[in-house]
């Protein structure tokens, strides 16, 4: 078959009539797109005559499509215009093409008794997606910031990191990873330590790559300078049989997203908990009932942020004891021994009143902080165990012979997850998180997190109230043993708010949480004031009473 001009044109000659067959290759398709492959041909002297007239397709060596006196496609997706064969038209359209469709295509062109063909390239491209998922850093530090390409077709592509328009040395980059549907993605690293000089400058990830239209793709952001996480675990005595709540203390740390994960002998017990707003400070907990096979278990809280590069654990390892009524029950039964129906019966009205003992509502002493500085958050914690079905976590603060109710927070039984648990446009939060035991009843955590002001917070003293689905009063647990630092010399002596109280105000009264008389309601959507020293957008270190300056 002799050539003629053009290395995409082919011409076939049988018994003194000419067939001409032209294609146009290479033909470049993104990803999704419909794909146009082209090729015509002309027949020399006659017009063409669809009845000796065929077209045949091949991908690989498999035929896609071809015509005889009728279309058919071996696949979905290829299509061919027969009415525009008659015109000397015999193009392949491809729909939503995909990176396996790349290849060396053939079309083939029988006009009885003359045939030819031609083979022509499609090349699938896919624009990356660029991403900077975490700008935070610590200053002054080795910081590591990655810049994620994804999405991405040829495998060849450049990565260049700049500041302030300024080219920035980087590390190699790594062999690109292939994904199911044929396309790429990469990771680049950015080794360096920020300085103030940082503050606010324009950093730049940008990639160049064959499917862009502009041939570059860049992606500016700026620094934001994060505070890690101080991260505490605290454990109960663990009891065989009963549940017993843990809590994972998250403080300090800037800017807001954080996830908590907590784990049993290694393995992850429950989905993360995201904090998705402002927050400094966040608690979560844990319910964990132990076994006789859980004894020497290891229960441990897993946090992950943005300024870590990987995540800090705290661990605490399950001892059991034995619960002391039940020993007491044991004691006595070997001890006594006078008549076996004696013993038997005193141990089991024993045992009986132990039971019911073990399944009585407690509440826990409120924790918090023993130094307040105002401007600070604080958070108290209280928790209530074997809360009957209904029961109410209430907080109040006592104040000059005032008792006042505070509201605002999530209901009771919400793990709090959409709400922010410190308080950004509030005076209080509340977070009432209710972890479900068997018949019934549930452990109630419930955290209140404030801004301490001054002198609003001299001398107060705060008051947490479970309350039954009935209105009883469970229990009334009350904290006022804090020292409160003055405003103006926060490194000067702390001021005892017991010696801040008048005489009067000192004197013992009976525990409540709000009620008629002179409680009034305290109103949650009140605008807190900025925190002193912290500028806009920004956060300080951590400081005293596990508090975020």
């Known amino acids: 078959?002799?050539?003629?001009?053009?290395?995409?044109?082919?011409?076939?000659?049988?018994?003194?009539?000419?067939?001409?067959?032209?294609?146009?290759?290479?033909?470049?398709?993104?990803?999704?797109?419909?794909?146009?492959?082209?090729?015509?041909?002309?027949?020399?002297?006659?017009?063409?005559?669809?009845?000796?007239?065929?077209?045949?397709?091949?991908?690989?060596?498999?035929?896609?499509?071809?015509?005889?006196?009728?279309?058919?496609?071996?696949?979905?997706?290829?299509?061919?215009?027969?009415?525009?064969?008659?015109?000397?038209?015999?193009?392949?359209?491809?729909?939503?093409?995909?990176?396996?469709?790349?290849?060396?295509?053939?079309?083939?062109?029988?006009?009885?008794?003359?045939?030819?063909?031609?083979?022509?390239?499609?090349?699938?491209?896919?624009?990356?997606?660029?991403?900077?998922?975490?700008?935070?850093?610590?200053?002054?530090?080795?910081?590591?910031?990655?810049?994620?390409?994804?999405?991405?077709?040829?495998?060849?592509?450049?990565?260049?990191?700049?500041?302030?328009?300024?080219?920035?040395?980087?590390?190699?980059?790594?062999?690109?990873?292939?994904?199911?549907?044929?396309?790429?993605?990469?990771?680049?690293?950015?080794?360096?330590?920020?300085?103030?000089?940082?503050?606010?400058?324009?950093f730049s990830c940008q990639v160049q790559h064959a499917a862009l239209p502009r041939g570059a793709l860049q992606t500016d952001f700026q620094l934001v300078f994060g505070v890690s996480p101080v991260v505490n675990i605290h454990a109960p005595t663990f009891v065989q049989g009963k549940a017993q709540v843990l809590t994972c203390d998250v403080k300090g740390f800037y800017p807001e997203a954080i996830a908590v994960n907590w784990l049993l002998n290694?393995?992850?017990?429950?989905?993360?908990?995201?904090?998705?707003?402002?927050?400094?400070?966040?608690?979560?907990?844990?319910?964990?009932?132990?076994?006789?096979?859980?004894?020497?278990?290891?229960?441990?809280?897993?946090?992950?942020?943005?300024?870590?590069?990987?995540?800090?654990?705290?661990?605490?390892?399950?001892?059991?004891?034995?619960?002391?009524?039940?020993?007491?029950?044991?004691?006595?039964?070997?001890?006594?021994?006078?008549s076996a129906l004696a013993v038997a019966g005193v141990a089991f009205c024993l045992y009986q009143r132990s039971r019911a003992a073990r399944q009585m509502f407690t509440a826990s002493d409120i924790v918090g902080p023993k130094v307040w500085v105002p401007g600070e958050y604080v958070s108290l914690v209280c928790i209530g165990y074997h809360c009957p079905a209904g029961t109410e976590a209430r907080w109040a603060k006592c104040q000059n012979e005032e008792l006042t109710s505070i509201a605002g927070g999530d209901p009771a039984g919400s793990d709090g997850e959409q709400q922010p648990l410190v308080p950004i446009n509030a005076l209080y939060k509340v977070q009432t998180q209710m972890l479900p035991l068997d018949k019934g009843s549930a452990t109630l955590a419930t955290t209140l997190m404030f801004r301490v002001r001054s002198p609003e917070d001299l001398g107060a003293r705060y008051q947490c109230c479970f309350i039954s689905k009935d209105g009883r009063t469970l229990s009334t647990k009350e904290f006022g043993d804090y020292t409160l630092r003055p405003f103006a010399q926060t490194q000067g002596p702390a001021v005892d708010p017991a010696a801040a109280r008048p005489a009067e105000e000192q004197r013992e009264r009976p525990p409540g949480c709000g009620g008629p008389g002179s409680t009034k309601l305290l109103d949650s959507t009140e605008r807190s004031t900025p925190n002193p020293g912290l500028p806009a957008g920004g956060v300080a270190q951590q400081g005293g009473g596990g508090t975020a300056r």
């Open 266 to 338: 290694g393995v992850r017990t429950e989905a993360p908990r995201v904090n998705p707003n402002g927050t400094f400070n966040l608690e979560s907990f844990y319910q964990f009932k132990p076994a006789a096979e859980s004894e020497g278990a290891e229960i441990s809280c897993e946090v992950q942020h943005e300024t870590l590069s990987r995540p800090i654990v705290r661990s605490v390892r399950v001892h059991l004891e034995r619960e002391g009524t039940q020993g007491s029950v044991i004691v006595l039964v070997v001890s006594v021994l006078v």
């Open 1 to 202: 078959m002799p050539w003629c001009a053009g290395s995409a044109r082919a011409c076939g000659t049988v018994g003194g009539a000419q067939l001409e067959v032209m294609v146009d290759s290479p033909v470049t398709a993104q990803l999704g797109s419909q794909a146009l492959l082209p090729c015509t041909f002309t027949v020399a002297d006659d017009p063409i005559s669809p009845e000796y007239l065929a077209v045949h397709w091949y991908f690989q060596g498999q035929e896609l499509a071809s015509y005889d006196d009728s279309l058919s496609v071996s696949r979905p997706g290829v299509s061919m215009d027969t009415e525009q064969l008659a015109r000397g038209n015999a193009s392949l359209v491809l729909h939503n093409v995909t990176v396996s469709e790349q290849g060396a295509y053939r079309c083939l062109v029988i006009h009885s008794p003359d045939r030819g063909e031609q083979s022509l390239h499609l090349a699938v491209l896919a624009m990356p997606t660029v991403a900077v998922p975490s700008k935070a850093v610590l200053r002054g530090e080795p910081n590591l910031l990655k810049c994620s390409v994804s999405g991405f077709h040829p495998a060849d592509i450049v990565v260049t990191w700049l500041r302030a328009g300024e080219v920035l040395p980087a590390s190699p980059l790594p062999v690109p990873q292939r994904n199911p549907d044929g396309t790429f993605n990469i990771s680049s690293s950015l080794t360096f330590q920020p300085t103030e000089q940082d503050q606010g400058v324009t």
